[in-house]
């Protein structure tokens, strides 16, 4: 099973003609609620490509955290671990895109801030692969990969926002997944790497024997990096609608498939046609492709 160990937000997207400026007041033509947060987008790319899914996260006790709930028990998600916290209110990112496609975001963090290392830990005896990212405390992130597992599960970080201070997350993460931007802050680079050639770069963060490090570079597939080698898969060429979520998507189906015992390069490459096929729809939850949906994409 993929225990997932994340954030939930509810994402309010409003349309507006442009952006407004300090102290103006605008008039949005449109407003949507959107489920959202890494955790839970990941969740659900996982569980509608197959895997037993369970999440483990923080809401507050409002409507929007049972919306949440709902939402994600309808995707089958095991959320009898998504804690409701009284007093505290569910994350929710606030999110203004203009007439261009350009956003201004604001986000309140929430319970999520508030997930604790003792519900972290309480990971389930048939965990393959735990999945994080780092919209909640590395602390708990932390205590979810020091649980003791069973023997060949794998530890999953999606570096999501880069938060260099929690390097020490790094010495219990199998797989690391960072994309161009990410990268470039863990290394102190001026620039992101443009390519593979340039992501190979990625060796300087390995810690240990047996660690990969994954690069995702948008349009440019994904490189997989290890002290035993190294490994690209070019992405599935298509015209994008909407990236939102391919990182997501990328993440949890790279899960599901570790799940099943798939070997690394083969998963990386279903990754990239699972989170080539998210970016051809709107959202990101709305936008996560099934199993079924992306044997027939790539044919
Ligand atoms: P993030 O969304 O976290 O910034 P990337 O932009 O690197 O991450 O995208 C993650 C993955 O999504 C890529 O490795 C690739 O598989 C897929 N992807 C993203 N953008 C495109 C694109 N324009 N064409 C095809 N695949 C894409």
Redesign the pocket.
């Known amino acids: 099973a993929v225990a997932v160990v994340g954030s939930i937000n509810v994402d309010l997207v409003l349309t507006v003609d442009a952006l407004p400026s300090p102290g103006e007041t605008v008039l949005a033509s449109r407003s949507t609620r959107l489920p959202g947060g890494k955790g839970a987008n990941q969740a659900v790319a996982a569980a509608r490509f197959g895997a037993t899914t369970r999440l483990t996260a923080a809401v507050g006790d409002d409507e929007g955290g049972q919306w949440m709930r709902q939402v994600l028990s309808s995707e089958g998600i095991d959320t009898s671990g998504v804690e409701s916290l009284s007093g505290q209110d569910t994350g929710l990112a606030t999110i203004a895109v203009d007439a261009r496609g350009e956003n201004q975001i604001i986000v309140s963090s929430g319970a999520n801030a508030l997930l604790s290392p003792d519900k972290a830990a309480l990971l389930k005896s048939d965990t393959k692969v735990v999945l994080a990212q780092q919209e909640v405390p590395p602390e708990a992130i932390l205590a979810a990969f020091t649980v003791e597992l069973p023997a060949g599960a794998i530890r999953m970080l999606n570096a ?1 926002p880069a938060l260099t201070g929690a390097a020490n997350l790094l010495d219990h993460t199998d797989i690391l997944i960072v ?4 990268l470039a802050e863990y290394l102190g680079l001026a620039q992101a790497p443009a390519n593979a050639a340039e992501a190979l770069i990625a060796q300087d963060l390995l810690r240990f024997e047996g660690q990969t490090i994954i690069v ?7 490189l997989a990096v290890s002290s035993a080698g190294h490994f690209y898969a070019p ?4 015209s ?1 609608r909407d ?8 993440c949890g189906v790279l899960a599901a498939l570790l799940d099943t015992g798939a070997p690394l390069e083969k998963a990386i490459s279903s ?3 699972a ?2 096929l ?2 051809q729809r709107q959202g990101a939850v709305p936008a996560m492709p099934t199993r079924a949906e992306v044997k027939k994409f790539v044919g």
């Open positions: 999501a994309n161009q931007h990410e995702t570079l948008g349009a440019g597939g994904a992405a599935v060429a298509v994008p990236t939102i979520g391919a990182g997501d998507c990328f990754a990239n046609a989170a080539a998210c970016t």
